[in-house]
Nanobody, 116 residues
Framework: QVQLVESGGGLVQPGGTLRLSCAAS????????MDWYRQAPGKQRELVAR???????NYADSVKGRFTISRDNARNTVYLQMNSLKPEDTAVYYC??????????WGQGTQVTVSS
């Protein structure tokens, strides 16, 4: 099993920036890719960004050009740099580890609120 702990959420004004962190521990060797998901009130959880072990990245169309996912393998940490934030980015953001077995491990989530 992989344990994930997110941090870095908060309240920010439109146009502002935040950086989320996700520290992984446990069965790190079993991780295939790392994801950031988000879930807004009344909406389904959606994939925001993904990074593979080789560093390949994918983004949801709604965040392309504004968000950047990266990883520090030495620290077992994945980051989500969020720039030019919009009110519609308000959600609980979850870090997820997709293991080679096909199963997911999830963090507890961190709230991001974009509001003036």
């Amino acid at each position: 099993q992989v344990q994930l702990v997110e941090s870095g959420g908060g309240l920010v004004q439109p146009g502002g920036t935040l950086r989320l962190s996700c520290a992984a521990s446990g069965s790190i060797f079993s991780i295939n890719v790392m994801d950031w998901y988000r879930q807004a009130p009344g909406k389904q959880r959606e994939l925001v960004a993904r990074i593979s072990g080789g560093g390949n990245t994918n983004y949801a169309d709604s965040v392309k050009g504004r968000f950047t996912i990266s990883r520090d393998n030495a620290r077992n940490t994945v980051y989500l740099q969020m720039n030019s934030l919009k009110p519609e980015d308000t959600a609980v953001y979850y870090c997820a580890a997709l293991r080679r077995s096909g199963s997911f491990d999830w963090g507890q989530g961190t709230q991001v609120t974009v509001s003036s």
